[in-house]
């Protein structure tokens, strides 16, 4: 069965960075895409991005462009979000999606999402 | 960039009940490339509707969608208490990507 499983909750100071991972499994990973995206606490739902497992294309949400990197390890079937120079508004929950391969589309398997806290 | 407004932003039914929710956007979604999912507290969201209508692999059939253009509804049509959470609309193939909407609550009356 389709698994995504990402990594352990993180508290952050601001200023710093999070490399958050997502271990896909019961696909074939490179013919998918993976999409990001996070909700703070008690919000709704935030693209932050996309990326092919297949040629590394990436599509970035404008207002975390600079700020964010999306990449993938084809050898071990995972991704990694990277969120840089963090904000206190960052805290939220990361959820990684199954995305289809050549464009964001909707999302049918998720991650069970990381908490990343950004706190002084 | 589409906007989704979803609409109400809460709603009260009683098991048993028909729940409809709405999903409006600020420009034509092109080729009806609407999603919904449903979120319970703690969990990730779970995908019920892609393609404006049709159901993701296991979901019950008293989930449907519908609509067109700016216009589009999730309608349960017998609640289950488990039913209960919180809808999410999505659009794709738009520039950017794509866009939720804020979300509907579904409670018990």
């Known amino acids: 069965q389709v698994q995504l499983v990402q990594s352990g909750a993180e508290v952050k100071k601001p200023g710093a960075s999070v490399k958050v991972s997502c271990k896909a499994s019961g696909y074939t990973f490179t013919s998918y895409g993976i999409s990001w995206v996070r909700q703070a606490p008690g919000q709704g739902l935030e693209w932050m991005g996309w990326i092919s497992a297949y040629n590394g294309n990436t599509n970035y949400a404008q207002k975390l462009q600079g700020r964010v990197t999306m990449t993938t390890d084809t050898s071990t079937s995972t991704a990694y979000m990277e969120l840089r120079s963090l904000r206190s508004d960052d805290t939220a929950v990361y959820y990684c999606?199954?995305?289809?391969?050549?464009?964001?589309?909707?999302?049918?398997?998720w991650g069970q999402g990381t908490l990343v806290t950004v706190s002084s | 960039e589409i906007v989704l407004t979803q609409s109400p932003g809460t709603l009260s039914l009683s098991p048993g009940e028909r729940a409809t929710l709405s999903c409006r956007a600020s420009?034509?979604?092109?080729?009806?490339?609407l999603a919904w999912y449903q979120q319970k507290p703690g969990q990730a969201p779970r995908l019920l509707i892609y393609g404006a209508s049709s159901r993701a692999t296991g979901i019950p059939d008293r989930f449907s969608g519908s609509g067109s253009g700016t216009d589009f509804t999730l309608t349960i049509s017998r609640l289950e208490p488990e039913d209960f959470a919180v809808y999410y609309c999505q659009q794709y193939g738009s520039s950017p990507p794509t866009t939720f909407g804020q979300g509907t609550r579904l409670e018990i009356k």
């Open positions: 420009q034509s979604v092109s080729s009806s490339y």
């Open positions: 999606a199954r995305d289809r391969r050549w464009l964001v589309s909707h999302f049918d398997y």
